[in-house]
């Protein structure tokens, strides 16, 4: 399954560029010769791996992969670093932000497998700018994103992700880490999709819940429409920020009454079945239930945090 998400409750703007290009204009298409000398050292640097005679490479199925992302643009990698962690590969540039980025990988992958389990890494693709990001995501829409996770690859938007602060970048990586470690072959519904990845990113950001609720405790506070429904897929094209929010604090109020592996369990169980049948299976609860309840948790954490 090809999972698509974002987070953007912690990016301001990052809209991308007018008049965007499309893959077969010239930007996208041949390739001059200096452009494929400079792209085959930077398939040279990710087949570079143990000798012979060294233990097998953990990172085999992560390089290949990476390699058919650079193959598949190669004009986009004229120059582009290559940074490896312990379970990611990062392409792109500037080679700072992705050194940088491996490092985030590391300490997200850990805590995605610490909530989750076992966990393959990921890929990370840094383009140089919006439009780059826009051709390497589609279809998944990257508007107002930091980075977007799609095809079992996490595709940064640069410019946006610069703005973030390093607790942000943190949270982010982790969320969209997330968002590939948990990719199954059935859908789950948006609500406990996107919860459950900011569960996951915002777990050691050690930030009150009024702040990364921010829009949706200004919305309860000044008596706008808010927390009637656990949010569907029409939430988060209208209203973004909140129905985020709205998913995060259902799955947290999920890990505080149940506990973290009664979350995880039901996650695990949405990817098999109907989400009805796995909020019965393993919350005892009916999804009027489970909303009422989260109503009135959300309400109190909003109030006195």
Known sequence: MTVTSGVPVVVPGGRAEAGRRRPGDPSHGAVRPRRVAAVAVALAALLAGPGAAAAPDPLLALRLDARAAVREHPGMWTGASVARGARAVVVGSPRPLVAEIAALADRAGRTVTRIWGGYGGAVVLVPRGAEQTAVLAAPAKVDGLAAVATGGRVIVQPAAFARLSATGRLVVVTHELTHV???????????????????????????????????????????????????????????PAQAYEEAWLACRYIAARFGERRLVALYRAARREEIGAALREVLGLTAGRLTLEWRAYARGQLARS
């Open 181 to 239: 470690a948990t990719a199954g072959p059935r859908a789950v519904p948006k609500w406990l999709m996107e919860g459950f990845a900011d569960y996951v990113g915002y777990l050691d950001s050690g930030l009150p819940v009024r702040t990364v609720a921010a829009e949706l405790a200004a919305d309860v506070a000044a008596g706008r429409p808010a927390l009637r429904e656990l949010p569907g897929p029409g939430d988060f094209a209208a209203r």
